[in-house]
């Protein structure tokens, strides 16, 4: 590179950026993963048929040109149902997964910055709530709040914290120990300054990765809900309460089963094979060099 | 005499040390009944051993960390008695520079971000000539003002030492501590930065305490030295004479143990005892080979300034061995130094 041109600096994201591009597998899953997205945007415009329709004409009709996936015991077009199912699903995942990191983060860098009793006080509160299993706490606090979409995603997002605090809180302690954040204590900079301008940019990476890996289990733990009866209230169309409906005809009518169950695999894979990548990506080892 | 800008007053501060079991198990006593001023204008050099307390008495300047005991009095005010909000606003006259120039700046932050953070904590330019001031301390520093929008990672260590001088600079302190500013840089790249700040202090009419091992770079740089053993000020005087006319054996021995020295001193035996517990009476009566009884019970005082020491033996020791005029690397660094000095900013050189 010549002296005279100075462009202008390459900054760590964009690097991360080139690192994910060059991961095939993760580039697939995040091909999918934008394929759901904009399906769940534009449910009204690409499903074939009203997913609330019945019909008693066409009752458990099998895959055929009409209905790509076939109809269910009410009549309903199956594919419309999955394709407004993915609004539910994707937002119960982004949402309660974002709900779970507003509420985790902060605590966590307050708990990791401060240390003394802050951060054992709500360590010990995030031990406790890692040490009952994730679907089990999520399933006692939607049954506490009611059956409901909105209840559902809280209490996802309540029992999906935990982690988000105890990873940042390592980071920050992490963070802590180094010149740069001393530094900026040095230049006169305020906890709360130092705590998000400086260390959360820097705690990023781990973070976004754990998101996108908590997305596919929030993603899940809706479905569970939701087969449950905890979470999208019929009639209206969820992944999970389709499965539910669909289990008494398991043998009669698989396919009622298998698309809602085969999407819910495929769209969880695509977000582990892209949290994966960004993992590589952001590696802190190689920003390094 | 007009009041010091910083003095420091029987400062001590101790780390706790715990055993497997989490119990308190003893404290290091990283710095001791440290008393010391430093005038406004001068440049004062803090030199000893790894582990000997230096860093922790530069933090302590700053009250970075506070001290167990003694006050920290800076321009008046008390440090260790200020609101954590007006310790804030006075950290804008007082500022540090650390040792290693790959950990100190910020990795998400480009060059400009990092030098202006200081304008905009203490509002010292308006916005709009921020662009306008962190070039002019780009170009004071030598780095080119157009690497601005560039990241850390993209520099080299002797440009980051200048970034990281810069940001020091932006809040225009009064007193800058620079803890091994050069220590972690190759040797060229040392003699760059040294003139550097050699000529900012002069140009500036800056304060600046440099902690430091490095004897040619004190010479280099220092009025006054106190060099420190064991958590204490064993020496403290100007520089030409601390370091021509050394009176603690501590400190002939390290001038001494300089690499390229025309006599071949006998090394001092042993090592530094364990700062946990300390030994009584003089620390360095251990390792001293003109140690007495009294050195072994009774800890010295620093005798009067302006050429102070803590020795029972003052004015008895025994000459020091005749040795060249100049301290080794003194005239070497010099040498090297006239090679690299240029007369205007230098262009950084991009990777």
Redesign the interface.
Same mark, same amino acid.
């Given at each position: 590179m010549s002296a005279t041109a100075i462009p202008i600096g390459e900054s760590p994201t964009r690097r991360a950026v080139k690192r994910f591009l060059r991961h095939r597998l993760a580039v697939f899953g995040l091909i999918i993963v934008v394929a759901f997205i904009l399906v769940a945007i534009f449910a009204p415009l690409i499903a074939p048929y009203d997913p609330l329709q019945t019909s008693w004409t066409r009752i458990r009709r099998p895959p055929s040109w009409a209905h790509w996936m076939g109809t269910d015991e009410n009549g309903r077009d199956v594919l419309s149902r999955v394709i407004w199912g993915a609004r539910a699903s994707m937002m119960a995942g982004v949402v309660s997964v974002l709900g779970a990191m507003i509420l985790g983060v902060p605590l966590g860098l307050l708990a990791g910055l401060a240390g003394g009793w802050v951060d054992a006080v709500i360590s010990r509160i995030a031990d406790a709530m890692l040490s009952v299993p994730f679907l089990i706490l999520a399933i006692a606090l939607a049954a506490f709040l009611g059956p409901a979409l909105e209840n559902a995603m809280l209490a996802i997002a309540i029992t999906a914290s935990p982690v988000f605090a105890r990873l940042s809180r390592g980071m920050a302690l992490e963070a802590k120990s180094t010149d740069w954040v001393e530094a900026a204590r040095a230049l006169g900079n305020p906890a709360w300054r130092i705590a998000f301008v400086h260390v959360l940019p820097n705690i990023i990476p781990p973070l976004l990765v754990q998101a996108t890996l908590a997305i596919a289990e929030a993603i899940i733990a809706e479905a569970a809900l939701s087969f449950l009866g905890l979470g999208m209230q019929p009639p209206n169309p969820s992944w999970g309460s389709m499965l539910n409906s669909s289990q008494r005809f398991l043998t009669q009518a698989p396919w009622l089963s298998i698309f809602p169950g085969v999407t819910i695999m495929v769209v969880v894979l695509a977000f582990n094979l892209m949290g994966d990548g960004l993992r590589d990506a952001l590696d802190p080892r190689a920003e390094k060099t | 005499m007009t009041q010091p800008l910083l003095q420091l007053n029987d400062l001590a501060k101790r780390f706790p040390v715990r055993d497997a079991l989490g119990r308190k198990a003893g404290a290091v006593h990283a710095v001791d009944g440290v008393s010391l001023s430093v005038a406004e204008g001068e440049t004062l050099a803090i030199v000893g051993e790894s582990g000997c307390g230096k860093s922790t008495l530069g933090r302590l300047m700053?009250n970075?960390i506070t001290p167990d005991a003694g006050t920290v009095r800076f321009a008046g005010d008390d440090l260790t008695k200020l609101s954590s909000?007006a310790l &804030?606003?006075?950290?804008?006259d007082m500022?540090?520079i650390?040792q290693?120039p790959f *950990?100190?700046?910020?990795?998400?932050?480009?060059v400009e971000q990092a030098v202006a953070?200081?304008l905009r904590?203490?509002r010292i330019v308006p916005r709009s000539e921020e662009r306008a001031r962190v070039a002019d301390l780009l170009s004071r520093v030598g780095l080119?003002p157009?690497?601005a &929008?560039?990241?850390p990672?993209?520099f080299s260590g002797g440009q980051r030492q200048r970034i *990281?001088i810069a940001?020091a600079l932006a809040?225009q302190p009064k007193l800058i501590v620079g803890d091994e500013p050069v220590s972690a840089l190759d040797v060229s790249v040392q003699a760059q930065v040294v003139n550097l700040l050699s000529d900012l202090i002069r140009d500036l009419g800056l304060t600046f305490v440099m902690i430091s091992h490095d004897l040619g770079v004190v010479r280099h740089i220092a009025d006054r030295v106190a060099v420190m053993y064991l958590g204490r000020i064993v020496e403290l005087g100007p520089a030409d004479q601390v370091l021509s006319a050394p009176k603690h054996p501590y400190t002939r021995a390290l001038l001494a143990a300089v690499p390229g020295h025309g006599t071949k001193a006998p090394p001092i035996e042993g090592d530094v005892p364990s700062p946990i517990s300390p030994p009584p009476g003089c620390r360095f009566h251990t390792r001293c080979q003109h140690a007495e009884a009294l050195c072994r019970v009774t800890t010295p005082e620093l005798t009067a300034a302006p050429h102070a020491v803590a020795c029972h033996l003052d004015g008895r020791l025994p000459p020091p061995a005749p040795r060249p005029d100049r301290l080794a690397g003194g005239e070497r660094l010099r040498r090297l130094q006239s090679f690299f000095r240029a007369p205007g900013p230098q262009?950084g050189?991009?990777?």
């Open positions: - | 700053l970075l909000s &804030r606003a006075r950290r804008r500022q540090l650390f290693d *950990a100190s700046l910020d990795p998400r932050m480009t953070e200081p904590l203490h080119r157009e690497l &929008r560039r990241w990672h993209e *990281a940001r809040s262009p050189v991009p990777q």
